[in-house]
C-alpha cells in the first residue's frame, strides 16, 4: 500500500485541517528552543534528541502552514518527501529520516548507538535545517498552498 495512504487512514496520521500560519509560528519557536537546548546539552544522547526536535519541529512548522496535522513523525517526513520536493533536496529529507532513526536509537534502546557521523551531522546541520524551514514558510502562498494541500487529498483519496 501507498505509504502516504497508509498515513491518512491511520488514527493520528496524516489528515488536512485549517492552514495556521500562527501554529506554523509557534513551532519555529519550539524548534528554536530545542536548538538553544541541544547547545547547552552536554550528555550525548539528549543532544541527539533536541537536535532531532529541531528538525521535526521546523519540518512541522511547515506542515501548520499548508494546514497538514500529523502525530505519525515517519508520516510526516514521508509527506515532505512527497510534496514538498520543490522545497527541500532529497538530501535534507533523507537527512531527517537518519535524524529520527538516531532519536529513536538513542532514547529507546540501550544497545544501539549513533554513530559520530550522525550525531555530528545532526549537531551541525540542525540549525542550518531549521532556518531553510523559515524560508519555506516565507515562500508559501496561498497558491502553493492550495495546490500541495490537492496533491495530497488526491493521493489520501488514491485518485488519480
Not at 536548538?35 to 534528541?49: G, Q
Not at 515517519?74 to 535534507?92: G, Q
Not at 496561498?142 to 494541500?149: A, F, L, P, Q, S
Request: charged content about 35%; hydrophobic content about 35%.
Amino acid at each position: 500500500m501507498d505509504k502516504i495512504k497508509w498515513c491518512a487512514e491511520k488514527k493520528g496520521g496524516l489528515r488536512l485541517v485549517e492552514p495556521n500560519s500562527d501554529l506554523a509560528n509557534a513551532y519555529i519557536k519550539k524548534a528554536e528552543e530545542a536548538l538553544e537546548s541541544m547547545r547547552v546539552n552536554v550528555i550525548k544522547d539528549w543532544k541527539i534528541s533536541t537536535a532531532y526536535y529541531t528538525i521535526y519541529f521546523s519540518l512541522y512548522a511547515v506542515l501548520m502552514k499548508l494546514g497538514v496535522k500529523c502525530e505519525i513523525h515517519s508520516c510526516t517526513i514521508e509527506f515532505a518527501k512527497r510534496f514538498l520536493k520543490d522545497y527541500f533536496e532529497a538530501n535534507e529529507l533523507d537527512f531527517t529520516e537518519d535524524s529520527l532513526k538516531a532519536r529513536v536509537d538513542s532514547q529507546y534502546y540501550i544497545d544501539r548507538t549513533v554513530p559520530d557521523e550522525q550525531y555530528n551531522k545532526m549537531t551541525k546541520k540542525s540549525p542550518e535545517f531549521l532556518v531553510k524551514c523559515k524560508s519555506v514558510l516565507i515562500k508559501l502562498n496561498e497558491k502553493k498552498v492550495n495546490e500541495i494541500r490537492d496533491k495530497f487529498q488526491k493521493a489520501a483519496s488514491n485518485r488519480r
